[in-house]
Structures are given as structure tokens and as C-alpha cells.
């Protein structure tokens, strides 16, 4: 049992690894909100026990070391790297979900304490997808509203054509409709 651990560690960290630069790069991620969740909290509890099973050896007590100064590193700046990875790696950055249509779902994150959440529509590819369109506040607000996306208490789907993508914003008031452009991936005013 001992001796598989180092290759399940190993593949869990290549695939959190696939997936963090493609997503980083191309936008794809796994199915769901939760999936990237459970991948990151399952390669750290195995990185855990990874230490404590082989405390006796070098690489261990590098890995803590390296864990403990990266934690140590990222609160010194205000803990403002230490909140992203938080809010990112758990259900406290995610604001809304829904699912639009058997192609898209929407979603309002916030990653930040400095920042305000933004939404974005997901495209659905079976066990990958992609990030096709992103909203914040101030690509919102044209003119003299104020509409801001994470007081939004429903996403609604709308139409879809060839070209764009059509989805309302309720807030229990004036509602905003959003319609983005497929080829440029912007908002259409």
C-alpha cells in the first residue's frame, strides 16, 4: 500500500497540474464548479499524508517546507494570495450558479476581497468545459446605471443564435438583458 501512494500522489498532481494550465491558458476545466474543488483538496490531503508517511526522507521535509513558507508568503501581503486560493478552492467564492440550457450553464465567482464577483457562462462538453464569455461590473454599466451582478437573484436563459448569446439577469426590479457575441466573446450593446 506504502509504495502505490507516490504514483496516486503523483498522477492526482499531474492532473491538478493538466488542469490548472489549461485552464489558466484555454479556459477548459472539468465538468461542475465542485470538480476543480475536489481535485485541489484531494491533492492536498494526499500531499499530507504523502509527508507524514515519508517523514524519514528528504523530499518530505521539502515539501513541507515548501508548503509552510508558501502559507507564510501569501498572508504577509494583507493575506490576499492565502483569500483567493480560499474563495477558489471552495464554495465561498462561488455566489450562483445555474444551469441555462443542455449547452451552458452560468455562474457568479468572486475570487477576491478586493473585487466585486463576475459572472460567466460555461460551455458544456461532457467531462471538460470551457469558459466562453465573461461579465464584470463595469463592462456592465453603460450610461448612467448602476447594475452590479452580484445582487443578481436569477440567470435566465434567453436564445441563441449563430452568433450571440442571449441571457436576462433578474434582480427582482429592472432586469438586464445580456446579449454576447460568440466570434469576439464581448458584450453587445
Known sequence: MKSKIPILYGLISLLLGMDLLAYYFKKISFIGYYSD???FWT????????????WKKIFAKIMLSGLILGLICSILPMMLPFYTVILSMSSLGLTMQTDLNENYRAQIVGYSVLGRPWLEIIEKNGLIEKKVFGC????????DTDIRIGSAKHIVFNAETDNTLTITLFYGGPNKTLTFDKITGKLEF
Not at 491533492?43 to 515519508?54: H, K, P, Q, R, S
Not at 464584470?136 to 450610461?143: A, R, V
Request: charged share 5%; aromatic share 14%; no cysteine.
Open 37 to 39: 474543488v475536489f481535485l
Open 43 to 54: 491533492w492536498l490531503m494526499l500531499t499530507i499524508m504523502v509527508i507524514i508517511l515519508f
Open 136 to 143: 464584470t461590473d463595469s463592462q456592465l454599466n453603460s450610461g
